[in-house]
């Protein structure tokens, strides 16, 4: 006996197929199958209620037909009616044990989840942060919600490409380039760049607002460097570079490894096609010198115009999206588009979309599925933005270097006796994850609040509470003689006490969070999957003794243990974190 990966879609082909032989499939029947609450089962389809509503009949009696027709499930599942007309499904204890006998490994879970997006190519610009300025929470939110949606994908099938789309090509580089010329001080160059960048940039700013004059060299500055200067081109090159260079810190703190970076300097030369083709499809229009489109149907962009060409003549951040678009979908010919950036943006975005969906249409290219993934600010305890103590900008690095430290001071009062370096060692990995998980254990929607004290914990849902689960469970097959990766399970037999029951059924529940997570772009759904796990663990592990002399007792409960660290190392390497610690 062999179960599907995905139980819920298993049963929804099912309940589908009898009701199609009842001939109600052409009258519209949905098995609106979903996950149970499970004191009725692990699955419910609710169809039958809402169709006989519709064409008057009795709903149970309808719900008891299809039951009638499910004869083949038997074998798998108690079927049962509930109420006005549910159907619930409860997989048996031997059908519990074939899945979990099927999915023994992230590489497994991997292969029954990858089939939803398979052969498609998907494109996640994210983190993109600005160059000659620190990248903010606001970037770090984006690099580490776009990471685990990167690996959601991934793992349901389909082809990602990670976009790092860098504003380098900001008008900021104008003032910038005139302080660097009369301003720069190596020796802060060289200690920390972004610092002197930025000193430079307010050096600039300041000097053009006390006088024109120096504006109107800053704004030839900006003119040169876009007509191609050499010297000019040559100090934003290593404005860009060196801010890369510092970024790309983060990124390896985070794991992350983007395949392109097509910043907005790429698409300079590519906005000219995007002003002519919206202009000869009609949907752009010249206004007060700018070119404009507007979107009649819209209650507020009907008014309010998406400016894509500045009336100076210069391109905008609207410009370069628009040939973005354009560039992703022809060049990388992807399905999706998804681009992570806090919800400050989504007027930009909703006017882009709008825009680009016409714009395809009248052109007749392809057009991709698009997404702008939003997320909250994130802010202090006192619901302010998050700022230091005297009112600056949080560096990321110090923020990360915090969490590495606390994390040390968790760790060391749990485990004095662990020797320095494997203290350390630890500390990395939780200090880091902390971080990532703090993000992704919430609806992303929600601002949130970065609270030290909740987000480094042993208690609550947290990654040190997950990755103490993990080297809980390795530690249990270390004192058995075993290895963890490759425990010997062939022979285990069925669950069968209420709790061994209950996180059987847990686990089982795997791929439906995946599938919401990755469906909905919402990596909290697997968090809260990962977290409602390892409680059941915990309960599992409370009541059963793992390491008993019965040989068929011992080994159906190391195979439930097995599996959960399996899953839950699979599920937090989707989100992006490090598991690889034997003990916490
Ligand atoms: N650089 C922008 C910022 O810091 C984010 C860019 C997001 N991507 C895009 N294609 N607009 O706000």
């Not at 260079?245 to 490894?257: P, S, T």
């Not at 004192?479 to 062939?490: R, Y």
């Not at 029951?501 to 529940?509: M, N, V």
């Not at 990596?523 to 003794?545: C, I, M, R, V, W």
Request: proline fraction near 4%; include cysteine; aromatic fraction near 10%.
């Amino acid at each position: 006996m062999s179960l599907p990966f995905n139980v819920a879609s298993h049963l929804d082909t099912a309940v589908r197929a009898a009701a199609a032989k009842l001939g109600l499939a052409d009258r519209g029947f949905q098995p609106e199958v979903r996950v149970a609450d499970p004191a009725n089962g692990d699955y419910q389809a609710n169809g039958a209620l809402a169709f006989a509503k519709r064409e008057k009949q009795n709903p149970r009696a309808l719900a008891q037909q299809i039951v009638d027709e499910l004869g083949g499930l038997q074998a798998d599942y108690d079927i049962s009616l509930a109420g006005p007309g549910f159907i619930n499904f409860r997989l048996k204890p031997a059908a519990l044990l074939a899945w979990l006998q099927t999915y023994d490994s992230e590489e497994h879970l991997q292969s029954g989840a990858a089939s939803a997006r398979h052969g498609q190519t998907w494109i996640v610009d994210y983190s993109s942060p600005n160059t000659a300025k620190q990248m903010h929470v606001g970037h770090l939110r984006s690099a580490v919600i776009g990471e685990a949606i990167c690996r959601l994908l991934t793992f349901s099938g389909a082809k990602v490409i990670r976009d790092n789309h860098i504003g380098d090509w900001g008008t900021q580089f104008g003032k910038l380039i005139w302080a660097y010329k009369r301003h720069l001080d190596p020796a802060a160059l060289d200690a920390d760049p972004l610092e002197e960048f930025e000193r430079l940039y307010k050096a600039g700013n300041s000097a053009a607002e006390a006088d024109p004059a120096v504006l109107t060299e800053a704004q030839q500055e900006l003119v040169k460097l876009q007509a191609g200067d050499a010297a000019n081109l040559a100090v934003w090159k290593t404005i860009n570079d060196v801010s890369l260079a510092a970024f790309q810190e983060i990124y390896d703190r985070l794991g992350i490894k983007f395949d392109a970076m097509l910043g907005e300097s790429f698409y300079n030369d590519k906005v000219d096609r995007v002003y002519r083709e919206l202009t000869g499809t009609g949907l752009a229009q010249p206004s007060e010198g700018a070119l404009v489109v507007f979107h009649p149907e819209h209650p507020r962009f009907a008014q309010q115009p998406f400016i894509i060409r500045k009336s100076d003549g210069a391109a905008n951040y609207a410009s370069s999206d628009l040939a973005t678009a354009l560039y992703r979908a022809e060049h990388f010919k992807v399905d999706g588009i998804i681009v992570v950036t806090d919800f400050r943006q989504a007027d930009h975005f909703e006017q882009l979309y709008l825009t680009v969906r016409k714009w395809f249409a009248a052109e007749n290219y392809r057009l991709p599925e698009l997404h702008h993934v939003t997320f909250g600010s994130v802010n202090g305890e006192d619901g302010k933005a998050l700022k230091t103590r005297d009112g600056g900008i949080i560096r990321l690095k110090a923020l990360l270097d915090e969490a590495t430290e606390r994390s040390y001071q968790l760790v060391s009062s749990k485990n004095p006796d662990f020797p320095e370096a494997e203290r350390r060692a630890i500390a990395d990995i939780v200090g880091v994850a902390s971080v990532q998980y703090a993000d992704l254990s919430q609806n992303r929607s929600s601002d949130y609040v970065f609270a030290w004290d909740k987000m480094i914990s042993l208690e609550g849902n947290t990654a040190a509470y997950l990755l103490y689960a993990v080297a809980r469970i390795r530690s249990i097959f270390r004192k058995a003689g075993l290895d963890a990766a490759m425990p010997p399970l062939a022979d285990a037999t069925a669950p069968e006490t209420p709790q061994e029951i209950a996180l059987a059924r847990k686990l089982g529940k795997f791929p439906d969070a995946v599938q919401l997570a990755t469906n909905t772009l919402r990596p909290h759904f697997l968090s809260l999957h990962l977290y409602e796990l390892a409680g059941e663990f915990s309960t599992f592990y409370a009541a059963d003794k793992v390491i008993v002399d019965d040989p068929a007792v011992r080994a159906r409960r190391l195979l439930l243990c097995h599996r959960t660290l399996v899953e839950l190392e699979a599920g937090l390497h989707l989100l992006g974190l490090r598991t690889d610690l034997e003990r916490m």
